[in-house]
Structures are given as structure tokens and as C-alpha cells.
């Protein structure tokens, strides 16, 4: 695999944010299939994996208390998963910042396991593919497969089947909480109405933000309105995501309770981020971008940018 890309001496482990959801029938096995569009933004998690006897996991940042009374955090599930595949002892410090709200539809706790296991092949000097460390991510949670390359895909399956995009355009997004934790496994069982999961992917048809737009008004969030039901603030959320000047498009991601605006540049989106946290001093507001991607560029070896 590709050296992991690395940020100041860390492996970024960025938020995941679905655009859409579709949910169908629940399966025999307790899950459910479903088709997404995930796109990973330049802000996250960051994860620094060092030399170690035995395993460890410290965390800081500002959601670091949401995580500490957690005997089994995911990132240590992944590091055993990863020891035992490899046959080799599970030897790690680890040290997670935790920049994203936790259990809160954008991947965190995925986009941490995954960046343990891309961290974690670095340090061991583990020459494996990627399509090795996704099955080890799908052993562990539906959202870490599509965590491991962290680049625009569709997701099938319950999760586990990913597929790149051809090319995605350069996206600024605002994210919004409102402190509220929904527990993923809550929303399922919630769920009533289901879009299915026959919708046709245009795995090659998203050059600009209007033909994304104009595929995203097809789609749904089908976890939105459980989630919503569980924790009514989310419609709230979303009513004043709407209401930005500028705002494209709004939408809750993953099984909530975080809901994002797309925008047409970045300052408009700043500019909204600085009249809603005026607006709600108590949640969690965070501007940012999907970076534009090119698989054409990816497969030739050229750097995607930031
Ligand atoms: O795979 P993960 O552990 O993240 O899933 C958490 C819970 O969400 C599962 O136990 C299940 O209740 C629900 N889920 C589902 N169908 C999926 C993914 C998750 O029902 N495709």
C-alpha cells in the first residue's frame, strides 16, 4: 500500500459526510443494504501511531471527554484486528485528537479505525494492499471499508462494497451539530420508510457541483427522519441550514444528528458559519471542503491536493 498520507507527523482521519442514503429491507444477518455517496472533508481526526511495548491509546482534543469512559474504543479493536491478521504482537502507542463530535453520522469513530490500520501498516512495515485493510475494516463496522482510501465513493452492501467515483467536484461544506449523540443502531430501528436500494449510481457523471446537485435532488437521507423523531434539534438544524444565504443544498449525514450545507465558494460559506454560530452559540459549526478528485489523476500517481 501507499505510504499513508501523512500531516505533521499524524494520519488524518477526515470526517466522512454521506450525501445521500438509501436504506432497504432489513437482511437476515441484522443489517441493512444500502447505496450511498460518501465524500471525506480536509478537516478530521488525526492519528499518530509510534513505537510501543505493548498498546496504548492516549486522546486529546476537544471531544477527547466523549470517548475516555470507552474501555473498547474502535481504534484498539483495529489495531488487534490488524496485530492478528499480520500474526505479529499489537505493539502501539497510539495518540488520537478528536476534532469531530462523537457519535454523531460522520464517521468518526470509522474514519479513526481506518487511519489506525493505514497508521499502523507504516509502522509495521506492512507491504498490503488496501483491499486487504478494507476487509479487516468491514469486520470491525460498516463505515470503515470506505474510510480506508477516504476518497469520494459509492458505498453498497451494507457498506462494505465501495466504489470510487470517476470524478467529484471541489465542494465548500458547512457541517453542523447540535451536541447531540444518536446512536447508529437507534436510527435503524426507527426506520420506517425505505428508499430501496436500486437507484442508479452515475459513477461517472459528477464533474461540477450542478450535475452533483442535480443527482442529490433524486436521492434521500432515509435514516433523516428516524433520527429527526429521536432527536427533534435536528430539524432545527436543518431549518437553519436552509435559511443561510447562499446555502445550495442541506441534508443530514449518515444516521445524524450532523447535518451539512453545500455552498458555491468558500467565503460564503464562512460567512454563513459566522452568522449561525451567532445565531447557536451551542453547537458545533465547522466550515469546510471536499477536495476536488480525479481518478484519472489518482491512478497516475498525481497528488489530489489538500
Ligand atoms: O456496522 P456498524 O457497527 O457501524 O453498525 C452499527 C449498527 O447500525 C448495526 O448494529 C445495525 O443495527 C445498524 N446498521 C444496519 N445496517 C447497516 C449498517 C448498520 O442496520 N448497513
Known amino acids: ?53 505493548g498498546l496504548s491509546l492516549e486522546i486529546d482534543g476537544p471531544f477527547a471527554a466523549g470517548l475516555q469512559k470507552e474501555q473498547d474504543n474502535l481504534v484498539l479493536r483495529a489495531a488487534r484486528a490488524l496485530g492478528e491478521a499480520a500474526a505479529r504482537p499489537a505493539d502501539a502507542r497510539l495518540i488520537l485528537t478528536k476534532n469531530l463530535p462523537v457519535a454523531s453520522g460522520i464517521g468518526g469513530g470509522s474514519a479513526d479505525a481506518a487511519a489506525a490500520l493505514r497508521a499502523l501498516c507504516a509502522l509495521w512495515k506492512l507491504d498490503w494492499d488496501e483491499g486487504r485493510l478494507r476487509e479487516i475494516g468491514a469486520s470491525l463496522g460498516s463505515d470503515i471499508p470506505v474510510c480506508v482510501p477516504s476518497l469520494p465513493s459509492f458505498m453498497e452492501g451494507r457498506g462494505e462494497i465501495v466504489t470510487p467515483v470517476e470524478s467529484f467536484p471541489r465542494l465548500a461544506l458547512l457541517l453542523v451539530n447540535p451536541r447531540v449523540a444518536v446512536p447508529t443502531r437507534d436510527v435503524f430501528s426507527a426506520l420506517t420508510q425505505r428508499s430501496g436500494v436500486g437507484a442508479i449510481l452515475p459513477r461517472g457523471r459528477l464533474r461540477d457541483c450542478a450535475d452533483l446537485l442535480r443527482f442529490l435532488e433524486t436521492t434521500r437521507n432515509d435514516l433523516e427522519a428516524p433520527a429527526r423523531a429521536l432527536q427533534p434539534v435536528i430539524g432545527e438544524v436543518l431549518s437553519a441550514l436552509a435559511a443561510l444565504p447562499g446555502a445550495l443544498f442541506t441534508r443530514m449525514s449518515g444516521s445524524g444528528a450532523t447535518c451539512f450545507a453545500i455552498f458555491p465558494d468558500d467565503d460564503s460559506c464562512a460567512r454563513a458559519a459566522r452568522a449561525l454560530t451567532s445565531a447557536h452559540t451551542d453547537w458545533w459549526i465547522q466550515p469546510t471542503a471536499v477536495p476536488e478528485f480525479n481518478i484519472a489523476h489518482e491512478e497516475t500517481g498525481q497528488d489530489i491536493g489538500p
Do not use: C, Y
Open 1 to 53: 500500500m501507499a505510504a499513508p498520507d501523512i500531516l505533521n507527523g499524524a494520519v488524518p482521519a477526515r470526517a466522512k459526510v454521506n450525501l445521500f442514503l438509501h436504506v432497504g429491507d432489513k437482511r437476515d444477518d441484522g443489517f441493512h443494504p444500502l447505496q450511498s455517496l460518501a465524500v471525506f472533508t480536509a478537516s478530521g481526526d488525526s492519528l499518530r501511531a509510534e513505537e510501543g511495548s
